[in-house]
């Protein structure tokens, strides 16, 4: 059974890319996939866009498509396993998983690591038990280390953007948050950026906030945004946490903002970031208020890149 | 772009109102209108009416829709311009509505006044952010200063219950509540009442609960409640806080409950209220539980109100 | 009109059990049953596999459906007759149900028992208000005694695993658990079971904990947990708190979990259970786990005993 958790677990990168280019185009042809299928999405975290977006990618396929959210609507449940159930959990994932399938033809599942214990968070524990108990395919809306739907729309976007260009300098850039974020939206970002053989990546942060070399590499890492800013076609932004001393925010040097000056730096480039942004602390009004922000764009082509996984499932 | 705010907004209210008649008569002739369409709805307050007759009215017409309770379901909203977000807030209502509306092609949405700073709740801040935002159509399903689906759905009533009458003699009444409660809902009635040639308002309401005259007039006001109800043909009653003391709830003498005794003054007049009413504080038993009540049918004609403003818009 | 609270509401037990086998074999066949009709469905309580199967009945039979969460989506709502609600309720059942049945052409309703005044939860107060003020047949997602859906579910899943048994020894155990909980599953299983001619039930239950009569009778009730099992084909287990002293959990002497030595006495008997369950305090890991354990089947047959019963009510 197939499942979509990171780049090129369904189809290879340029070619998710490619169809959610075609779903944009023509969003209701393929209407037939979805008939008298549904499709479950079970929010272990808050969403808006992925929430909203799934539904009309789902609809936009013909499909059916309830939301869960847990522990909210439904209840607490217990994640260890051989636990004597006594205590505030009423629900086992083992049952919860096998029911809630049994209810839709694919389920979406999102669930935000703790940040707590890397090695956790980072054996992605908790969707190899939602895989294993699934019995349909399951695509992630967000996994303790990746955002895959997320990072096909931000590739979706940037080929809308420049859809002729043989290689895209694009910097993915670390700015500052008030709280300690995951790393899955950057991971991911740079292992599908280094999966497509358009995309040129590096990647600035400051030192302690390298990402796990499984996701950066063969991508550069620099501590100097400014030097790497220079020529940048995309500047793709995102706050997250340390890896190296894990879920910290160990003190940053300097100033790391996405200003208008930074961005003058490049080769007049977009700017990208995948939503929500906290303005005046990850990325000045300037920047984001400007023409050449894609961030809007983004969100839109967050149906797309939902309707190519899902159609690739149904 | 059209949008749906206020008396006259996408149509001449009396054009509108037969419009809701008409889809009464026959809810599901007009499907083709919603085909691939989504109607997203955003809440900022609790709804039950609202919510579920926006929902029916969608469906009726062929349309997909979704709802987000903002906050609960999503991320916590920034609403002041030009803020450093190193707060509580996580997005900015700029970005939330663009995206929003990115998934929908009508929008409607719910948001209560705060009751704190009058030129703030009437100049309609929020809601011309949101229009000024959204991408495609918005329809206010209550705003700070105005409710216009219940505004129609009260008119769709009156019309339904004397077709052929030339005047309708309709008093405005206040009652009491235990709560500070916005304008909205009687400042719309009298809007939307002023607006049609068929309805002679009159408002009751205790000194120093007068109504902003913008909306008020030209019908009068008194605060003698038992001459008002003489040979009225509907008392329509809400509470409502003080307009002039903004917010305030300044002490009322005398008793403004609506009892059998005062509606045993009016023409055999019909009692009607958008609910959620609280009984034996705003009306007697007897008098919701007559069958001269119409706050059932009111309650049931909010479909056909969506219905007909959505099917302006699609 | 009719409503479906109970066994042989709107059909013979067996009949429905055969519908539901129907639906399942060939699940998208009545889609014009549900053209143009929508299935409203109102939680006072949480719940999982009941808003999930329910939505997907309602889809497979073509029809629409809503969800509303009463007091978290809508307003505090008021119980009493006759109350002068100046207080936290903001809205009466009574306009309420009126409104919301309005919004659809089925409505079901989940309303679990308080389990303080066993004469008000036994008498169905709630759902006998909700039946008079219901304009559209009302379907019980689990009222204060019963919980039939569930039950019908039940005996779907027993047909279906033993199609040509003429006698199934049907054995209903109570088991352990850390909160006081309902009657609702066991008096539903008791019920449906005693009316359905292929089964012959006995209740393991220890001293304290025998239902109410209405519900056992003529099944027998022992204390002997143990000798109970002897030969069963079936053993249904769930908690529930006194009947007798209503809502209390009165000591138990020895050891009442669902282990693989007691199932080893069953003749290869099958574990059943309504979920969510708590592990290793109801049922043993080793149990639960093995290939007798029918629970995932039960929750999927969920949307058949849904789709059987709104077949026949829409």
């Known amino acids: 059974m197939k499942n979509f958790l990171k780049a090129n677990d369904i189809a290879p990168v340029n070619k998710l890319v490619a169809k959610g280019l075609q779903h944009k185009k023509d969003p209701f042809v393929s209407q037939h996939l979805g008939k008298n299928k549904t499709i479950g999405l079970l929010f272990f975290n808050s969403s808006l866009r992925t929430r909203l977006s799934s539904i009309r990618a789902a609809e936009n396929l013909g499909a059916k498509v309830w939301v869960l959210d847990a522990g909210k609507d439904g209840w607490n449940l217990e994640f260890e396993h051989g636990t004597v159930m006594d205590g505030t959990t009423a629900e086992h994932l083992k049952e919860a998983i096998q029911v809630m399938s049994s209810y839709c033809d694919v389920m979406g599942v999102r669930a935000f690591p703790k940040l707590i214990d890397r090695e956790e968070d980072y054996s992605e524990k908790l969707f190899k038990d939602i895989l294993h108990y699934s019995k349909v ?178």
């Open 137 to 314: 395919p399951v695509v992630s809306l967000e996994s303790a280390t990746r955002h895959p739907l997320q990072s096909l729309a931000d590739l979706i976007t940037m080929k809308e953007v420049f859809p002729e260009r043989q290689k895209l300098k694009v910097v993915l850039s670390w700015a500052p948050h008030p709280r300690a974020l995951p790393q899955s939206v950057p991971n991911s970002f740079a292992e599908w950026c280094n999966a497509a053989d358009w995309i040129d990546l590096s990647i600035a942060a400051p030192i302690g906030y390298e990402l796990a070399e499984e996701f950066s590499t063969p991508a550069t890492t620099t501590s100097d945004q400014v030097a790497a800013f220079e020529n940048a076609d995309i500047i793709y932004t995102k706050n997250w946490s340390s890896y190296s001393d894990y879920g910290a925010r160990p003190h940053v040097a300097g100033d790391w903002i996405i200003s208008a000056e930074k961005m003058a730096l490049t080769n007049n480039g977009k700017f990208m970031h995948c939503l929500p942004v906290r303005r005046n602390v990850v990325v000045a009004d300037a920047v984001i208020d400007s023409k050449n922000s894609l961030v809007i764009q983004q969100a839109e082509n967050r149906i797309y890149s939902a309707q190519a996984v899902f159609a690739e499932l149904l």
